[in-house]
């Protein structure tokens, strides 16, 4: 089984996505297995100080406020993760991997690390030369969701983590990256599709695709399914989806 842990202070956006349809299958399933653990949980609650003026007094009402980002050292806009209610929240979640015999693996998202694409997805689902083994599957997967500025990078260089990017723009959180890994890894492990060559790279796939009806009218015009595509015909069939490509 691959066990994803993931870092966030908003597990709410994530949870929906990865419990539906053939990821939350392969959960139940028991090929993954998805903790959360949000820094929020690793601090003490504390009353809210108020700006400058305000400075000692507490605010009424606050006394659960719980803080988990502070200003940046040097100046800079937004705020940064503070370090500490992450560093519990990962060590939490490494005391679980101490019984796995491979190392785990701890990403921070970040839109300047190492860019997420299939071939790192392949290694870590177990692929080697379009083989999986489980030997080589990585057993354990922490991801860690910034937000904000994000994380205090004392984070990275305790645990010596690798940062992730998903893509050339900037979000919001690292929450979209968390399941867009997650989905990805998860899609390629034995028997989480029904076929397992459904997986794009080891067949000819296309990205033009048809299904039922074969005459599609809308605004009476008439929409044809291409006629290869009906001929039975796999050689030419395939030949017309590598074109398609
Ligand atoms: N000013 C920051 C951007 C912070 S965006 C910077 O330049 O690094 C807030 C968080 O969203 C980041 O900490 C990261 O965890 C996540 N994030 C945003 N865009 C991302 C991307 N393209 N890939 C991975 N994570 C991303």
């Not at 959360?36 to 601090?43: E, S």
């Not at 100080?49 to 305000?54: F, N, R, V």
């Not at 899609?187 to 048809?210: A, F, M, N, Q, T």
């Amino acid at each position: 089984m691959l066990n994803f842990h993931i870092i966030t202070l908003f597990p709410e956006t994530i949870e929906a996505y990865l419990n539906a349809s053939i990821l939350g299958r392969a959960q139940k399933e028991k090929k993954i297995k998805i903790s959360y653990y949000n820094p929020r949980d690793y601090v003490s609650p504390r009353a809210k100080l108020c700006g400058a003026g305000t400075i000692g007094k507490q605010v009424e009402g606050r006394l659960d406020y719980k803080k988990t980002d502070g200003r940046p050292y040097g100046g800079g806009p937004g705020m940064v993760m503070l370090a500490e209610p992450v560093l519990k929240a990962v060590s939490k979640a490494l005391a679980k991997t101490k019984t796995s015999k491979t190392k785990p693996k701890i990403y921070i998202f970040s839109p300047a690390g190492q860019i997420f694409d299939n071939v790192l997805a392949d290694k870590l689902a177990g692929f080697k030369k379009g083989k999986w083994s489980d030997k080589l599957m990585t057993k354990h997967i922490v991801l860690i969701c910034g937000r904000y500025e994000g994380l205090d990078a004392r984070v990275k260089k305790i645990f010596k983590a690798t940062d992730l990017s998903v893509g050339p723009y900037v979000l919001t959180g690292g929450e979209v990256p968390a399941m867009i890994v997650i989905d990805a890894i998860t899609r390629r492990l034995p028997g989480v599709l029904g076929k397992d060559e459904s997986i794009e790279e080891r067949r000819i796939s296309s990205s033009e695709i048809y299904t039922r009806p074969e005459v599609l009218t809308f605004n009476k015009k008439k929409y044809r399914v291409p006629k290869v595509l009906l001929s039975g015909h796999h050689a030419e069939i395939d030949k017309w989806k590598l074109k398609k490509k």
